[in-house]
């Protein structure tokens, strides 16, 4: 069957074999033909179960893509907000915290917990930070800002985190804004430290 044939919904072309008799008049085998044709359909219907299947795969993929990943534009916009009452409660004096009077303390407690009540709500809807500091740098999910030097920390560690990122489900909403340390002991994967008192 070709590929236009099932393609537009016509009927396949079928070959109908001949059989020629003694007097060279050629007669058709109704028995050949009809396993030809049945042969035919059972191939069409196989690749339209396929495809559709295929479709219906494809289909529940992206229904769980967009249920997954829709509030990706929203939650980078509230990381925006969190990360505005993150600054205010770190711009804070200490001192401000503990002798000021009890309306600087109520309004410092209102931050604190908007804070936490958004970084609640992120994490409800799938959005989670990203560990960074003192793992490994990963261009993947974090983004290097500047270098440290650093001879006690094994080159490209995470030293520093300037901004903390986020996931959304397995996908970076917004990564790591880190610093990196430069002057250290590189990074040896456990399989290559070899015992060479031996």
Known sequence: MSDENAASGEMPEVEIPVEETNEGIESIDPTAALRTENAELKDRVLRTVAEMENLRKRTEREINDT??????????????????????????????????????????????????????????????????????????????????????????????????????????????MVGVAKGGPSHAPASEAVDKSA
Do not use: N
């Open 67 to 176: 249920r997954s990943y829709a509030i990706a534009g929203f939650a980078r916009d509230m990381l925006s907000a969190t990360d505005a009452l993150s600054r205010a409660l770190i711009t804070l004096p200490a001192e401000t915290r503990e002798t000021g009077d009890a309306t600087t303390k109520s309004l410092i407690e209102g931050i604190e917990l908007a804070e936490r009540e958004m970084q609640r709500l992120l994490a409800k809807h799938g959005v989670k930070p990203i560990e960074a500091q003192g793992e490994k740098f990963d261009p993947h999910v974090h983004q290097a800002m500047f270098e440290v030097p650093d001879p006690s920390q094994p080159e490209g560690t995470v030293v520093q985190v300037v901004q903390p990122g986020f996931l959304i489900g397995d996908r970076v909403l917004r990564p790591a």
